[in-house]
C-alpha cells in the first residue's frame, strides 16, 4: 500500500491585483505548506474507487474522482485504484484541502501506476483542476501569481506554530466565487504587500505580523456571520494577531514557540472551540 500525504495551506499573503479578462482574478500571494495533513492511502484495483472518513465529504463534492479520470485521459492508463482518505483538514475552510487533495492523488496514481511523470508537469495537470491544486505537488514556500497557478519557490521562513480556528459557521458551496465577486476596485493592490514578504524571506528575515496580509479580511468579516467575534475572541485569548486563512472562516494565529502555542490552543479548546495546533512545512 502506498501511502501520500496531503498537507493544508495557509495564504501569508493573498493580494487581488484585478479582473482578468478571462473572468479569473490576478492574484500575488505567498502560500506556505502547513503540518495539518489529510493522509491516502493507495492500492491496486479494479476500477477506481475513493473513500473517506469525514462526515460530509463526498466524492461528488470533491475533485479527486476528476483529477483520476484526467490522468488516465492523459496517460491512456487503463489501471485501477483504490483510494481510502484520512481527512483531518477541514471542509470549505480556506485551507486548500480539497485541491491538496487533488495533487495527492495526482502524486499517488503517478507512483502506483509507474506513469514517471515530471513534478512540472505535474503541476500543469493540476492547474487544470483548480488554482490551488498545483502548489500541492511541491509544498513549501511559493510565491504564486496569475489566478494561483504561476508559481515560484521561495525560501521558507524558521519554523512557526500555528494556531488554527475553524468556526462553527455554516459555508455554502461556492463561497469562494462569491467572496471574489464581493471585492471592489477599491479592494485591489499592486502587490507590494507580497513583495515585501518576498523579499524579507530572500533575506532570512523573521516572518513579523506586519508582513501578513490578506485581501479578503475587507469583506469576509461582513460575509459570514459570526466570524468577527471569533477574531475578536482569539484576540482576548492571547492571540497576537489573527488573519483569516485563504477564503476563510478558519482563523490563525501564528507563534514563535510551542509552549506558547500550545497554551493558546488549551484556551481554545477549553472554550469549545474546533481548533488545531500546527506548524509550518
Given at each position: 500500500?502506498?501511502?501520500?500525504?496531503?498537507?493544508?495551506?495557509?495564504?501569508?499573503?493573498?493580494?487581488?491585483?484585478?479582473?482578468?479578462?478571462?473572468?479569473?482574478?490576478?492574484?500575488?500571494?505567498?502560500?506556505?505548506?502547513?503540518?495539518?495533513?489529510d493522509t491516502l492511502f493507495?492500492?491496486?484495483?479494479?476500477?477506481?474507487?475513493?473513500?473517506?472518513?469525514?462526515?460530509?465529504?463526498?466524492?461528488?463534492?470533491?475533485?479527486?474522482?476528476?483529477?483520476?479520470?484526467?490522468?488516465?485521459?492523459?496517460?491512456?492508463?487503463?489501471?485501477?485504484?483504490?483510494?481510502?482518505?484520512?481527512?483531518?483538514?477541514?471542509?470549505?475552510?480556506?485551507?486548500?484541502?480539497?485541491?491538496?487533495?487533488?495533487?495527492?492523488?495526482?502524486?499517488?496514481?503517478?507512483?502506483?501506476?509507474?506513469?514517471?511523470?515530471?513534478?512540472?508537469?505535474?503541476?500543469?495537470?493540476?492547474?487544470?483542476?483548480?488554482?490551488?491544486?498545483?502548489?500541492?505537488?511541491?509544498?513549501?514556500?511559493?510565491?504564486?501569481?496569475?489566478?494561483?497557478?504561476?508559481?515560484?519557490?521561495?525560501?521558507?521562513?524558521?519554523?512557526?506554530?500555528?494556531?488554527?480556528?475553524?468556526?462553527?459557521?455554516?459555508?455554502?458551496?461556492?463561497?469562494?466565487?462569491?467572496?471574489?465577486?464581493?471585492?471592489?476596485?477599491?479592494?485591489?493592490?499592486?502587490?507590494?504587500?507580497?513583495?515585501?514578504?518576498?523579499?524579507?524571506?530572500?533575506?532570512?528575515?523573521?516572518?513579523?505580523?506586519s508582513l501578513l496580509f490578506?485581501?479578503?479580511?475587507?469583506?469576509?468579516?461582513?460575509?459570514?456571520?459570526?466570524?468577527?467575534?471569533?477574531?475578536?475572541?482569539?484576540?482576548?485569548?492571547?492571540?497576537?494577531?489573527?488573519?483569516?486563512?485563504?477564503?476563510?472562516?478558519?482563523?490563525?494565529?501564528?507563534?514563535?514557540?510551542?509552549?506558547?502555542?500550545?497554551?493558546?490552543?488549551?484556551?481554545?479548546?477549553?472554550?469549545?472551540?474546533?481548533?488545531y495546533l500546527a506548524e509550518?512545512?
Amino acid at each position: 500500500m502506498l501511502t501520500v500525504k496531503a498537507p493544508a495551506k495557509l495564504n501569508l499573503t493573498l493580494e487581488v491585483l484585478g479582473k482578468r479578462p478571462d473572468g479569473f482574478h490576478e492574484i500575488r500571494s505567498v502560500i506556505q505548506a502547513i503540518d495539518l495533513c489529510d493522509t491516502l492511502f493507495f492500492s491496486a484495483g479494479e476500477g477506481i474507487s475513493f473513500t473517506c472518513d469525514m462526515e460530509g465529504w463526498s466524492t461528488e463534492k470533491s475533485l479527486v474522482t476528476n483529477t483520476a479520470k484526467l490522468l488516465q485521459e492523459v496517460t491512456g492508463c487503463k489501471k485501477g485504484a483504490a483510494v481510502r482518505i484520512e481527512k483531518r483538514i477541514p471542509l470549505m475552510a480556506g485551507l486548500g484541502g480539497d485541491s491538496s487533495d487533488a495533487a495527492a492523488v495526482l502524486r499517488g496514481l503517478n507512483e502506483l501506476w509507474d506513469l514517471n511523470i515530471p513534478p512540472p508537469e505535474l503541476q500543469e495537470l493540476a492547474a487544470e483542476l483548480g488554482s490551488d491544486a498545483p502548489f500541492f505537488i511541491r509544498g513549501g514556500t511559493a510565491l504564486a501569481g496569475g489566478r494561483g497557478e504561476s508559481l515560484t519557490p521561495l525560501p521558507s521562513p524558521s519554523k512557526r506554530w500555528v494556531v488554527l480556528v475553524m468556526p462553527d459557521i455554516s459555508v455554502a458551496p461556492g463561497k469562494t466565487g462569491r467572496l471574489y465577486t464581493g471585492l471592489n476596485k477599491g479592494h485591489f493592490t499592486d502587490g507590494k504587500v507580497t513583495d515585501e514578504l518576498v523579499r524579507a524571506l530572500h533575506k532570512g528575515d523573521k516572518v513579523v505580523p506586519s508582513l501578513l496580509f490578506n485581501t479578503f479580511e475587507n469583506i469576509a468579516f461582513d460575509y459570514f456571520p459570526g466570524l468577527r467575534v471569533y477574531k475578536e475572541h482569539l484576540i482576548k485569548l492571547g492571540a497576537p494577531y489573527v488573519h483569516l486563512a485563504g477564503a476563510g472562516p478558519s482563523l490563525f494565529t501564528l507563534c514563535d514557540d510551542k509552549s506558547g502555542a500550545e497554551e493558546l490552543f488549551t484556551r481554545c479548546e477549553n472554550q469549545g472551540m474546533k481548533v488545531y495546533l500546527a506548524e509550518t512545512l
